[in-house]
């Protein structure tokens, strides 16, 4: 429902919904019709605009449409819904589409990569941006500074590979990448989890305490991951409705991701893992056109 404020209009949850789809349906055509870039990255180019130009209407043109553009996002509770939402089933929609035989080879080039890089990354950013805020002046610490390097230091393998493609990406390049990027947003997850707990005083836990944290949350994942692969698996291959198969897949990944919530390991993972599972071992089991309609709809979700 849209109710009027004093500051402009706010929205319910229903509504922020059906406005965001709008919008990305919107900016999805527009791209495809016009832009024609990587989809992700046409979406971004035009909400920045759209955003910009609410500003700039704000600054210049004395129409305050900034608030509804503020209410939308508010409406959303960003936090829940995309941390303990829509994560998990992109997390699951990508990694069911990559092929374990390609990663094989460079397992340990990936693992290097997706811990070593995501954690290096995240720690540089972090002490770079403390020391702008402390330039500054600005009262923001190491903490929060290092929340943000661990947000955006996992990188977006559909957005890099559709780049690298063009410039005649190489195979084993391709896996490296694909692969790495799968891996590292569970560990961006683990590191933003930790160091939001520290920044927020709820725990101040010494190096020590970290590293078993980190591992009961990547092995943690790595197990339930097994475990809610292993329940989804047993129960396509016992059926052949596309309705009860798309269920299936849903729920599966809904409740395992809540389970790594209640447990205290990485959903995250958990769904990368269990995406890899199924997208390798189940799925090839059956005949294509009983599972082609469940393998089209993740495939939409992960290119969405």
């Known amino acids: 429902m849209l109710e009027p ?65 503020q209410s939308l996002v508010n409406g959303l509770d960003l936090g829940d819904t995309l941390l303990n939402g829509v994560l998990c089933f992109m997390l699951f929609a990508g990694s069911a589409g990559v092929r374990i035989k390609n990663l094989e080879e460079y397992k340990w080039t990936i693992a290097a990569l997706a811990i070593g890089s995501t954690v290096i990354a995240g720690g540089l950013i972090g002490l770079m941006l403390a020391g702008v805020f402390q330039w500054f002046g600005i009262g923001i610490g190491f903490g929060y500074a290092f929340v943000f390097g661990a947000l955006i230091s996992p990188t977006d393998p559909i957005a890099a590979l559709a780049i690298l493609k063009q410039v005649g990406l190489p195979k084993p390049l391709e896996s490296i990448i694909s692969g790495e990027s799968l891996f590292n947003d569970g560990v961006g997850v683990v590191l933003f989890t930790i160091g939001l707990a520290v920044a927020q005083g709820s725990q101040q836990p010494t190096a020590s305490d970290a590293v078993v944290l980190f591992l009961r949350e990547l092995f943690g994942g790595i197990g339930l991951g097994l475990v809610v692969s292993l329940l989804m698996h047993h129960m396509l291959l016992r059926t052949r409705d596309y309705g009860n198969q798309l269920l299936i897949t849903l729920a599966t990944v809904a409740l395992g991701y809540g389970v790594a919530e209640q447990i205290e390991v990485s959903g995250p993972i958990a769904m990368v893992v269990a995406g890899l599972v199924v997208g390798n071992f189940t799925i090839p089991k059956r005949v294509e056109a009983e599972m082609k309609s469940v393998t089209t709809f993740w495939s939409g979700v992960d290119e969405t």
Request: glycine share 14%; no cysteine; net charge negative.
């Open 5 to 69: 404020t004093p500051g402009g209009v706010t929205m319910d949850l229903f509504m922020s919904v059906a406005v965001l789809l709008g919008l990305a349906a919107l900016f999805g055509y527009v791209n495809e019709r016009f832009l024609r870039l990587q989809a992700s990255i046409g979406l971004m180019l035009l909400a920045l605009l759209l955003t910009s130009g609410l500003v700039l209407l704000k600054l210049f043109g004395g129409f305050d449409y900034l608030g509804w553009d």
